[in-house]
């Protein structure tokens, strides 16, 4: 998957389909982001670029509560090959 706000935008929106909310904002989060799971907030540092975004997204994704179910075709889609990727867990 390239790094391009498209695909960026694309993976925020399988988040944001299961009832998280993404922000970007500063701290001083150890990894880079941090998730609040009772309230579904996802933050992630602001002055990360693109590439930066999908990667905190990516190795959060296997984290995160998601239905399938809840998902449009299009987001299943992009939710599987977000999972396929060799460094997500």
Known sequence: MKYTQHNLDK???VAEECGYVIR??????QSGYCILQ??????INKFFQT???MNALIDLM?????SIDALTHESQKVYDE?????NSK
């Open 38 to 43: 009772d309230r579904k907030v996802i933050v």
């Open 24 to 29: 970007y904002e500063r701290g001083t989060f």
């Open 51 to 53: 590439e930066g975004r």
């Open 11 to 13: 993976i925020e929106r």
């Open 62 to 66: 296997p984290q995160l509560e998601i």
């Open 82 to 86: 977000v999972m396929s990727v060799p």
